[in-house]
């Protein structure tokens, strides 16, 4: 969150009360308010619910990023199958493509057929009627015949003598005897014509009806083909329609983990700029508490001592767990160092320098801020603040000389185990403790 607007007049009414709350204690000693460390205490609280509040987005942050992976995977799956069912689909289309192909083919094979079945019919009316002129031809050729058996057989029914008697001579009778055989031979040629004629006839309509029925045969046939491959045509559109309901299934299944996916990120994307503006309204508080810690500075008739500064727990102790600068956990600076190190709970805290403590808080929320602390002022605008303690030894005025036990090491207020938050400042400004207490390891 942002700070709201009023919040950046606190650190002047908190100069204010500070500048009122100074007093001048025996000895030349300073000593701040009670307000005014509380103050402080505050806005170091309300540092502290920030920085958990940015644990709990980082936490939250980590959870969806696992829900983004998880959908992220969920949504390749849905696009595997989203491409394999268009696939599908695309290749039912190719086969349709081709099974229309096949039924037009076997179409115009039926319309051919039915143009040959059409000629045929009309030839085969047209051999009808030939074969009904030849038979009233033949009906005629018989009768004539029929007329030429009875001459024949009246004749033959004369006696031969009758016809040798009525020749004339040799001559005639030698042509009234060819006459019939000439008779004869013509009627069994005419009646071979007959015979052939009406066989020729039978013989025609019999292979035109033998051609109607093999084009007949092959039409259900045909038919049959045609039907096969309508039914075929059917089932794969059939098949063609279950792909695309699938690819339309598959694509809602992506679009729908999209959306997941979209409403996650944008989630994600709020929860930084919680982040951010947290860690803006946590810049702003330590500014604040700074200048409140200076104004006191500014105040205080403390003589900066020359000389090293002295590590604030035993040397045995010199665990690292949190190095000053930037800590990726917090996305931002740690303005500290964490000392720790087994067997460091309950023992002593040394000021790292001598001068006058301008804070000592006992009270104390559970999980939150430093727990309790102490700030020394050094003179010459240092100061030094040791947090998380588990008990305090000075009070808030006096003056502790460079080595005295001033704590001992705990872990109250936002702490995972017991460890010393050791920090340096100078003009409000957070220093590396490296870069006045030696590193003897």
Known sequence: MKLKPGKKAI???????LLLGVITAPGGEYSVSAASSTSITDKQDKIKDLENRNKEIDNEMSQIDGDITENEELQDLAFEKLNNAKEQVDNYNNLLYYKEQDIDTKQAEINNLDIQIEAKEKDIEKKKADISDLEAE???????????????????NSDMFSVLAESSDIYDLLV????????????????????????QAEEMLGQLKKDAEDLNTLHVKLDGDMKELTDAKADLEREQAAAQTLSDKFNDEYNYYSTVIGNFE???????????????????????????IMLAQQNSSQVYQEGEWIWPVDTKFHMITTEFGYDPWRNGNHNAIDISGGGINGTNIYASKGGVVITAKENYIPGYSYGKYVVIDHGNGYSTLYAHCSALYVTVGQTVSQGEAIAAVGSTGWSTGPHLHFAVNKDGVPQNP????????
């Open 11 to 17: 650190s002047l009414a908190t100069a204010l009360t």
């Open 138 to 156: 033949n009906e005629k050729n018989l009768e004539e015949f029929g007329d030429m058996l009875h001459a024949l057989y009246i004749t033959e």
């Open 176 to 199: 009234r005897t060819e006459m019939m055989l000439n008779i004869t031979d013509q009627n069994n040629r005419l009646m071979n014509e007959l015979k052939q004629s009406l066989a």
């Open 266 to 292: 944008y989630k994600q994307s709020q929860l930084k700029n919680e982040k951010a503006a947290n860690k803006e309204e946590i810049e702003e508080y330590e500014k604040q508490i700074q200048r409140e």
């Open 434 to 441: 490296f870069n006045y207490v030696t590193r003897f390891w």
